[in-house]
């Protein structure tokens, strides 16, 4: 469904990416892990065009994203984003947050955005705070309902970029309850997350990244028992202290 | 064009005699302008910067005396404070003082007076700045420096006041031209409003632009990133999610500005266009009764921007929570 066949970005003068090639497939959740600024944040925005790539090329079901034809707006819509520190829209309720972008990107009337939001809500349990704003909400509820925000767009794939790093850890679990259960639904998903006991209850794969270049990319069970790479071995000692 | 431009008289000798020409003239003035501009800028630090010390200490009093000093200093115009510091001041101080200033020469009385009128209104505003950079201190040393930052744009405040009453002159001679060739008006029609309308809104709108600036970018990356996530395009997400949050933002230092301008509104004095100002200044003059109107011009001025002033705090209150 996507693939990144050997992409390098640069920031400046500064290489963020060497050569980076993965492949995702329908239904699949991948897993992104690595030390701090080893460029997943890069390489995951480079899937939805936030950021932008000097060579190489990304693949979306087949055609390239740069390909004349392919409008960026077009391709974000199907793909659905949380980040690190929600970016919630502070001016909006929690309804609104949700039904914004469906009724002006989709063109969903009122009523039915309304519906498809509160449906979701229910989903991740915040149906009461529909109401609210999302300086109301605590860090794992603004997280829920960015997460129900992307699902409002009915996407076909969804990336995360360490969705849980700016949590207290008891808020934790409920946001990666709702991540395993939408991974159990069978979407297609790309997470950047050290969050390693997630990965084992539902990673197909797991990519590790050093100094903007992918080290090592293994079957999950394979990469926790036994990383080949000196480097992932050292993370993953480091990460269980 | 109508109008029988003359610049040679630049070069002619001034009427007065003394040998001198009008451009020795001008440029005489661009130098006093400039003196003017930096000995009330260095006035204003000075003094701005030791009130708002005042009202960041811990004590009632000290900050009273400090929100004093900054309501009356702000919320008058310039031009009336100008008046008050020639006309008023000299007469309610003891009579030996006041004899004294009236013996020294005229153009060091002016000087002097310009520079007082100047660094203490410029100086209510550093004041709030220097309090606004004190009370952030504890929140991190960046917001501190970001705000004590903030004097600079005091300095282009202070400027300010100098080519607004220029841009007023500039439109009062040059739109009439425009407007009567275009529109085939005649002479008689008045147009001082419609000049001074333009000369404000260049200048203001200027400013604005810079505020607007300023709260696009002060609004984090991640809004537009989320946005477009969203499948929003550049001007959707520009309309719907960047523009609100900035103008919620800014609203306080849109209506602070909007409360400048209506005090700047009395420079129109230069034009001669019949304003609040000049009205009341004319009466004083007419009537011999100056320095009692220049007072009452002041507290009226005191009374609606003071007024508006709390609107706005009442506003930021409301919008920061
Ligand atoms: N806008 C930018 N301009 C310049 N350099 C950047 C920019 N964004 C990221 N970088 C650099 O690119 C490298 C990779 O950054 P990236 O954010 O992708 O890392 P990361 O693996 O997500 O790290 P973290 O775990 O800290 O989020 C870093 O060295 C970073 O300093
Ligand atoms: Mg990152």
Known sequence: MIELKSVSKWYQDFQALKDCSVTVGKGEVVIFCGPSGSGKSSLIKLVNGLEDFQSGDILYKGKSIRSRD???PELRRRIGMVFQHFELFPHLSVLGNLTIAQQKVLKRDAAEAEHKAMGLLDRVGLRAHAGKYPSQLSGGQQQRVAIARSLSMDPEVMLFDEPTSALD??????????????AQEGMTMLCVTHEMGFARQVADRVVFMDAGSIVETGDCAAFFVAPRSERARDFLGKLLR | MGYNWNWGVLLQPVATGEGATYIGWILHGLMLTAALTFSAWLLALLVGTCFGI?????????DAIGATYVSLFRNVPLIVQFFIWFFVVPEVLPTAIGDWIKSITPSTQVFVVSVLALGFFTGARICEQVRAGIAALPDGQTQAAHALGLTLPQAFLLVRAVPLVMLLLWFFLIVPQILRTVFGLSPSVDIRLVSAMVAF?????????????AGILGLSKGQFHAAAALGMGRYQAMRYIILPQAFRAMLPIMMTQCIVIFQDTSLVYVISLGDFFRNTVSIGE??????????LAGAVYWVICSGLSGLVRALQKRTAT
């Open chain 1, 70 to 72: 392919v409008r960026l």
């Open chain 2, 286 to 295: 007419r009537d011999g009764t100056l320095v009692p109107m220049l007072l």
């Open chain 2, 201 to 213: 809104v260049l200048l203001e709108s200027a400013f604005f632009a810079e505020i607007i600036r």
């Open chain 1, 169 to 182: 850890p008891e808020m934790i679990n409920e946001v990666l309850a709702v991540m395993v259960e939408l």
């Open chain 2, 54 to 62: 005042l009202r960041a200490w811990p004590s009632r009093l000290c």
